[in-house]
């Protein structure tokens, strides 16, 4: 099983990024997939999770309205779209696919993670 995140980076207040999260080596259609943040000195929590098709999708109350998990299971990847970044989204972000059935807002729910990919918000 392997989720390799990509597309952080350095971003002014209110700007934009696209992360993606590609995956292979499980049934990527079978499972949710989520994403987590962990900012510095801080433990790592939930931001977004979308169910086997994306017609389904939970957001922490920090980010709705502003981010957009989705996916392509024909790609196998998984996006979390983040629009009016704030400083307080700076942290590295994680993908993780998740045992069904589990607490999706909760670590202990995901079975497999990304490596994580830096997302810094400042100007």
């Known amino acids: 099983v392997q989720l390799q995140a990509s597309g952080g980076g350095l971003v002014q207040p209110g700007g934009s990024l696209r992360l993606s999260c590609a995956t292979s080596g499980f049934t990527f259609s079978s499972y949710y997939m989520g994403w987590f943040r962990q900012a510095p000195g801080k433990e790592r929590e939930f931001v977004?999770?979308?169910?086997?098709?994306?017609?389904?999708?939970?957001?922490?109350?920090?980010v709705k309205g502003?981010?957009?998990?989705?996916?392509d299971n024909a790609k196998k990847t998984v996006y979390l779209q983040m629009?009016?970044?704030?400083?307080?989204?700076t942290a590295v972000y994680y993908c993780a696919a998740a045992y069904n059935g589990c607490d999706y807002y909760a670590e202990s729910g995901y079975h497999s993670w990304g490596q994580g990919t830096l997302v810094t918000v400042s100007s």
């Open 83 to 89: 629009n009016s970044l704030k400083p307080e989204d």
């Open 66 to 71: 502003r981010f957009a998990i989705s996916r």
């Open 48 to 62: 977004a999770v979308t169910n086997w098709s994306g017609g389904s999708t939970y957001y922490a109350d920090s």
